[in-house]
């Protein structure tokens, strides 16, 4: 007697539908951290700006929310706003809570909260809240080459290969006294180093995704007193460097608006960037701007290419004040990182298929070559 159709309805919702559908929510809920992470700024940005424009301060309006009990809020802003109640001000309230918002916009926010005008750096924290969209759009590229080429068995079935198939086809045609193919013995030879290969590419690839679904707080951990691997690493990456510029030039701006002295405002700029690498250029900077060079010349420890100074310069003369200035750099600056972000992703996901499919089609053509070798010479028999 057979089961019924409900019973089979049933096993397939339990052993695959249902496994589908949470694998399909777990990737959906890890390539979209970084696009959470900017909405939960977003929204408390937008919670102090509201405030402010009511005359309220950072602190008073962080309470009065809190006391609406608004559970999509999260956690961590009552957590924030318990702080704050104790007489915590806002950047001694943000330290006690670091996960609430990313380390660059607690450091703008500290730095209104020091010149006394927190609504003076809301337009360059909202000005990094455009950098979770390219990283989400970079992740896919790297999502697509996970599911469908890197997959975790790809290591595996190599490592089979080079360790029980391909000794065993050389013994067979040595038994069969059947001389090897030339590419087949070579790749034989080799099959070790390709199963070498495609683990490492995967272990990289893995990698990759496990820093990225980390975010700030995986990144603190390397942050070693004696050598800060990831700021380190931020400012060799093109894209991350230009937006550290991008966040240390728009705040600089914002300070000189508000007539900060300049050595004051290039280490409050350079705290903003939460960067201790670009901390320590600005240092230099404030150091030669003490001795009497002017702003836009130290600077040149902070660009390279002098377009920053250039501006800075000009943005002394004009009456629209230095933020006003800056904003068509700004722009180019967010841009240009932008389309490298996307240009390297879109290479290095390219040449991991590349690299995995030479491999593979390597591994096939030796396999149906020592297969046809067989075939032939047990014909011969």
């Given at each position: 007697?057979?089961?019924?159709?409900?019973?089979?309805?049933?096993?397939?919702?339990?052993?695959?539908?249902?496994?589908?559908?949470?694998?399909?929510?777990?990737?959906?809920?890890?390539?979209?951290?970084?696009?959470?992470r900017q909405e939960r700024a977003r929204f408390f940005l937008d919670l102090l700006e509201q405030g402010l424009r009511e005359g309220r301060t950072p602190?008073?309006?962080?309470?009065?929310?809190?006391?609406?009990?608004?559970?999509?809020?999260?956690?961590?802003?009552?957590?924030?706003?318990?702080?704050?109640?104790?007489?915590l001000r806002l950047g001694q309230a943000l330290d006690k809570v670091p996960r609430l918002l990313p380390p660059r916009i607690t450091g703008m926010l500290k730095a209104g909260e020091k010149i006394g005008d927190v609504s003076r750096v809301l337009p360059a924290c909202s000005q990094f809240l455009k950098d979770g969209s390219s990283q989400t759009r970079g992740?896919?590229?790297?999502?697509?080459?996970?599911?469908?080429?890197?997959?975790?068995?790809?290591?595996?079935v190599l490592q089979v290969l080079s360790i029980f198939v391909f000794p065993k086809f050389r013994m067979i045609l040595n038994e069969m006294e059947v001389t090897t193919p030339p590419f087949a013995s070579w790749i034989i030879g080799q099959a070790d180093l390709f199963a070498l290969i495609a683990s490492m590419l995967s272990i990289c690839l893995y990698l990759a995704a496990l820093i990225y679904v980390g975010g700030p707080r995986l990144a603190s951990w390397f942050q070693w007193r004696v050598f800060p691997l990831a700021d380190w690493l931020a400012c060799r990456l093109s894209w991350q460097r230009k937006r550290l510029q991008r966040d240390f030039a728009s705040l600089l701006g914002v300070l000189l608006d508000a007539r900060v002295p300049e050595g004051q405002a290039v280490e409050l700029a350079?705290?903003?960037?939460?960067?201790?690498?670009f901390h320590r250029r600005a240092a230099r900077v404030t150091i030669d701007v003490a001795r009497g060079a002017k702003l836009s010349e130290a600077l040149g420890w902070?660009?390279?290419?002098?377009?920053?100074?250039w501006r800075l310069s000009n943005a002394g003369r004009s009456?629209?004040?230095?933020?006003?200035?800056?904003?068509?750099?700004?722009?180019?600056?967010d841009a240009k990182a932008f389309q490298q972000q996307q240009a390297a992703a879109h290479v290095v996901t390219t040449?991991?298929?590349?690299?995995?499919?030479?491999?593979?089609?390597?591994?096939?053509?030796?396999?149906?070559?020592?297969?046809?070798?067989?075939?032939?010479?047990?014909a011969l028999w």
């Open positions: 007697m057979s089961p019924p159709d409900g019973v089979f309805l049933l096993v397939w919702l339990v052993f695959w539908l249902g496994p589908l559908c949470l694998a399909v929510w777990t990737g959906y809920f890890l390539v979209s951290l970084p696009l959470r602190e008073q309006t962080i309470v009065e929310v809190s006391r609406s009990r608004d559970n999509s809020l999260g956690a961590r802003f009552h957590l924030l706003a318990a702080h704050v109640e104790t007489g992740a896919i590229n790297y999502v697509v080459v996970l599911a469908l080429v890197l997959t975790p068995a790809a290591p595996a350079a705290a903003g960037t939460g960067n201790s690498v902070i660009d390279d290419s002098g377009e920053f100074r009456g629209d004040g230095f933020r006003a200035a800056l904003n068509g750099w700004l722009e180019a600056l040449l991991l298929v590349l690299t995995n499919g030479v491999l593979v089609g390597a591994l096939v053509v030796a396999t149906f070559q020592s297969i046809v070798a067989i075939v032939n010479a047990g």
